[in-house]
């Protein structure tokens, strides 16, 4: 957290992306030195690797070069992030620095939600729909502090404003492996 606080107060970018009142840091979290900052961008490059072995057994991340970028998002209290995607990536995750506790349990405050790509996906299945998230429009989180979330850099996402009085801190991270060339997908065999 020190590293973070510290980063921000040299930071004099003022970054806008999809922050709303917050702190969005420069992309480059990989070239910073700071030795947590660096602990944490190793765990998410190993939990991406896990979730491409999960997905596709047969790719090996250990062997391909990697496109990776990384930020920090400070939201104060009302700060959020508006709907966005990653584009040109493949993974795109977020670990939870700091998630404030809720004074009210039933607040959406920080919480983060997927939006579903696929159009009319309830009206299609509407004997199951309520029955199953696999037919919902859009499915919401509450993070919780160390949580890693890991999810496709395509699925439109957003979080909610932040009601607490303390800063709810998260670290995005974006990948996408690099074919060697010469190296041919199945696909195209």
């Known amino acids: ?5 510290r980063w921000r107060e040299t930071d004099n970018t ?13 992309t480059n979290i990989f070239k910073m030195k700071e030795k947590g900052l660096n602990r944490v961008c190793q765990l998410m490059i190993n939990s991406f690797a896990k979730c491409t072995t999960k997905v596709a057994p047969e790719f090996k991340p250990e062997e391909h070069e990697k496109k990776v970028e990384g930020w920090v ?6 700060g959020f992030n508006t709907p966005h995607d990653h584009p040109g990536y493949t993974w795109s995750g977020v670990y ?14 920080g919480a983060i939600e997927l939006l579903d790509p696929r159009a009319n996906t309830t009206s299609m299945a509407l004997d199951i729909a309520r029955s199953s998230t696999y037919f ?4 919401t ?12 850099s395509y699925l439109r996402h957003w979080v909610y ?27 195209s065999s």
């Open 141 to 152: 989180l509450t993070p919780k502090n160390g949580m890693i979330l890991i999810f496709p």
């Open 136 to 139: 919902s429009p859009k499915r």
């Open 96 to 109: 939870y620095a700091s998630v404030p506790e809720k004074k009210d349990a039933n607040s959406k405050s």
């Open 14 to 26: 003022n970054l806008v992306k999809s922050n709303n009142g917050g702190w969005h840091s420069p």
């Open 161 to 187: 404003p932040n009601e607490e009085d303390e800063d709810r801190i998260s670290i995005a991270f974006n990948l996408r492996y690099l074919l060697r060339r010469g190296l041919k997908s199945k696909s």
């Open 73 to 78: 998002n400070v939201n104060p209290k009302h």
């Open 1 to 5: 957290m020190k590293e973070i606080y």
